[in-house]
């Protein structure tokens, strides 16, 4: 097995300054870094990711990408001409008795400040990109990758240069199905990466790689031997041609992998972008704003409608008013007021405010004497106006009062109704704009989900793109493919002729490669049958005595099938798997890759109790370490990890404690348990 | 040391070989084989290197002068 032990940090994202972890050799094979959220437990993985394969996880450009890696401390406290440093070492060690060996990776990048801190007035000094040069390496990259090898305590020269070195220990593909990161862990739901996993990860790439050198060493041989110079000549332009596109069909199908893997990466963040907006926030956006359109018609109805009851209102209550107060000094107020009005003296609001607030007065005066008895409000006068009951005064007042009050009664009353109205219309009109108001707030929180929404739809039309390209690139590929067997056929016909030992070693390796198709068939196949099985067991394991899970099946298609017994007896083919689920049958298939791919390294799990229940938790943090072979590095928080920490003390080499001091400054702490 | 150990390498040509016995592949062709897919995953050959290396192993696995 081979065993990461030391890890060294400089100015990396929230680890500034120098930091080095010293996790050690020991048989006891998990290392735990514990942390809460936002102590660094990603970017310690991000760091080692991006040291094997300078890959990290983002939606920014290159440039900013690279200098968003650099720690922000180190960055502000740049001088002019400064260079500051952001480097990750990996050193890894072989974990056998007999044999010694050591590797370290590097991979750093520089930068330089050139422009003093652009301080804006009142907000705080964010760093610019633009205020730093990128130290270049030769060859004109700005990262520089390295290694370094022992064996004992010597030094030794690499076998060939350094990225091959790393695709030896560590090839690209270890980063998408070892390195687990979070929930974006090996999905039982997507048989098209566990094909790929499978077939990539269990040699199936080395039959490849021998069947082409075969066809290349076969021309070679057809080459030499063909004795008719003109014939040579045609086939040397067959042979020529044939390696051209030999040549050009294996950059196209890394093309189209690569393509393949874009998209899948792209589909990867697309879902994230989902997750993130959540469809139930963009329908909240959508419903707000519909809400929104809706409130905003109604009070257009209703200021309408408001303006409208006004306007009656005020022409009645005008007339009202006259009947009212039928005086001089009355009339002669509305005439002025009205010319006032039309002179724009006055604004008309003023007008209609001020009369329907003598409108008010008056009517809550006649309501009151339409509310009582009328012999009540003759009392009432009489009093005030200490008259006597039958005199002729009284009498001449009563009979007034009465006129005055058959003549306006109706109109008050319906003067009334129309006023609640007005004032039912106001109300309902505040509560729209107190309404309107939360809206507004609300959705300006959700302002960022335009921002979302819009990565997202520039996502979508790449992936649109990449897909055409993709189906370009396949008929591509198809028609490169009848090509090279055709003119196959034609060199083979030139493998006829020439020494009887060209001729049978034509022969032999054509039938050799046809039977390395019929064996690499058969490879992947039992591959898959034994990692079906040995997955089969470890999820059992996993989920020990929880549930009666009969086996885990990998049909033909890599379609993941739990089949699962009832309490009934009866089985139960489970094809949907929650998060927790997904997670478990993750580490079950990586492990079992592991075993059948010959993989040493490291297995690296982000967070993985966090998703599952406590009873769950504890049952495959407790089985985990016996169930999975080799160095298994898990980050968790410390709050899912704190019940189980002592049960599996017998396995844990290290627990390594990062604790954020500040703002993106993280503390390393090495204890053993 | 290396990704692929020697238990492996061993561990899977026994896996090929029992397949290669399964399919009824001659014999001159089943070792050519295993020893090319031993050369392949314990020092893979890359551009240009591969013609001797492969020629070598065809001629004696395949009993051929070439």
Same mark, same amino acid.
Not at chain 1, 204 to 217: M, R
Not at chain 1, 596 to 604: L, M
């Given at each position: ?14 680890? !500034? ?48 990408? *690279? ?139 080395? !039959?490849?790689?021998?069947? *082409? ?169 009489? *009093? ?183 309490? *009934? ?15 478990? !049958? ?88 | ?66």
């Amino acid at each position: 097995m081979v065993n990461l032990v030391r890890i060294e940090l400089e100015n990396f994202k929230c680890f !500034f300054g120098k930091k080095d972890v010293d996790i050690g050799l020991s048989n006891k094979n998990l290392v735990i870094f514990e942390g809460d959220t936002g102590a660094g437990k990603s970017s310690l993985l991000e760091a080692i990711n991006w040291c094997l394969f300078g890959k990290y996880p983002s939606f920014e450009t290159e440039k900013v990408r *690279d200098f968003n890696l650099f720690s922000d401390q180190s960055i502000v406290d740049a001088d002019i001409g400064e260079v500051v440093t952001c480097k990750v070492t990996l050193t890894f060690e072989k974990k056998d008795e007999l044999e010694n060996e050591r590797i370290s990776f590097s991979r750093e990048m520089q930068v330089k400040r050139i422009k003093k801190p652009s301080l804006k007035k009142g907000t705080s000094y964010s760093p610019e990109v633009d205020e730093f040069f990128f130290v270049t390496q030769p060859g004109g990259v700005i990262q520089k990758f390295s290694a370094i090898k022992w064996e004992g305590y010597q030094q030794m020269p690499l076998e060939s240069n350094v990225i091959l070195t790393r695709e030896k220990y560590f090839p690209q593909i270890v980063s998408d199905y070892y390195m687990i990161y979070g929930e974006k862990f090996i999905d039982p739901r997507d048989p098209e990466k566990i094909r790929l996993a499978t077939e990539r990860n269990c040699f199936g790439e080395i !039959f490849d790689k021998i069947k *082409d050198n075969l066809t290349l060493v076969k021309h070679e041989i057809i080459k030499n031997n063909a004795k008719k110079s003109n014939k040579r000549e045609k086939l040397n332009e067959l042979i020529k041609d044939q390696s051209s596109d030999i040549q050009t069909q294996k950059v196209k199908k890394e093309n189209m992998e690569l393509f393949k893997k874009q998209r899948t990466e792209m589909e990867k963040i697309i879902s994230e972008i989902d997750k993130e907006m959540g469809k139930a926030e963009g329908n909240r956006a959508n419903k707000l704003n519909s809400e929104r359109e809706k409130n905003l018609l109604r009070i257009k109805e209703l200021n309408k409608e408001l303006k409208e009851k006004e306007k009656e209102i005020f022409g009645d209550g005008f007339k009202l008013l006259i009947k009212l107060y039928a005086e001089e000094p009355m009339k002669e107020l509305f005439t002025e007021l009205s010319k006032k009005v039309k002179e724009g003296e006055i604004p008309p609001k003023i007008k209609t405010e001020f009369i329907n607030s003598l409108l008010k007065e008056k009517i809550c005066i006649c309501q009151r004497k339409l509310g009582k008895k009328e012999s009540d409000i003759l009392k009432e006068i009489r *009093d005030e106006n200490e008259l006597a009951d039958n005199s002729e005064e009284f009498l001449e007042m009563k009979y007034e009062i009465n006129s005055e009050l058959e003549d306006i009664a109706p109109s008050i009353e319906e003067h009334i109704n129309k006023l609640s109205l007005i004032e039912k219309i106001r109300n309902e009109r505040v509560e729209l704009d107190e309404r309107l108001k939360i809206i507004s707030e609300e959705l300006s929180g959700l302002k960022d989900m335009e921002k979302l929404e819009k990565e997202r739809k520039i996502l979508d039309s790449n992936k649109n793109r990449l897909d055409a390209d993709i189906i370009i690139l396949g008929r591509e590929l198809e028609d490169l493919s009848k090509n090279i067997k055709n003119r196959d056929k034609e060199i083979n016909k030139f493998g006829e002729i020439g020494s009887d030992e060209s001729v049978k070693a034509n022969v032999f390796i054509t039938g050799l490669s046809n039977n390395i198709e019929k064996i690499k068939k058969e490879v992947i196949e039992s591959t898959r049958k034994d990692i079906e099985s040995y997955a089969s067991e470890i999820y059992k394991d996993l989920f020990k005595s929880s549930t009666k899970i009969k086996k885990v099946e990998l049909d033909e298609d890599y379609n993941v099938k739990v089949i699962i017994i009832q309490k *009934d007896g009866k089985e139960y083919l489970k094809t949907k798997f929650s998060t927790g689920e997904s997670l478990v !049958f993750a580490i079950s298939f990586l492990t079992a890759l592991r075993k059948y791919s010959g993989y040493q390294g490291p297995i690296f799990l982000d967070s993985p109790y966090s998703v599952l229940d406590p009873i769950h938790r504890k049952r495959i943090a407790l089985n985990l370490p016996e169930s999975v072979p080799g160095q298994l590095i898990i980050l968790t928080r410390a709050d899912t990890f704190e019940d189980i920490k002592l049960k599996i003390k017998p396995y844990i080499n290290k627990v390594i404690t990062l604790e954020k001091e500040r703002e993106w400054h993280t503390k390393i702490s090495t204890s053993k348990i | 040391m290396g990704i692929i150990n020697k238990n492996r390498v061993e561990g899977f040509k026994e896996r090929v070989k029992k397949i290669a016995n399964d399919l009824k592949l001659p014999e001159d062709q089943k070792k050519c084989l295993l020893e090319l897919l031993e050369i392949e995953m314990k020092h893979p050959t890359f551009e240009n290197d591969f013609v001797n290396r492969y020629l070598s192993i065809i001629s004696a696995e395949g009993g051929l002068d070439i």
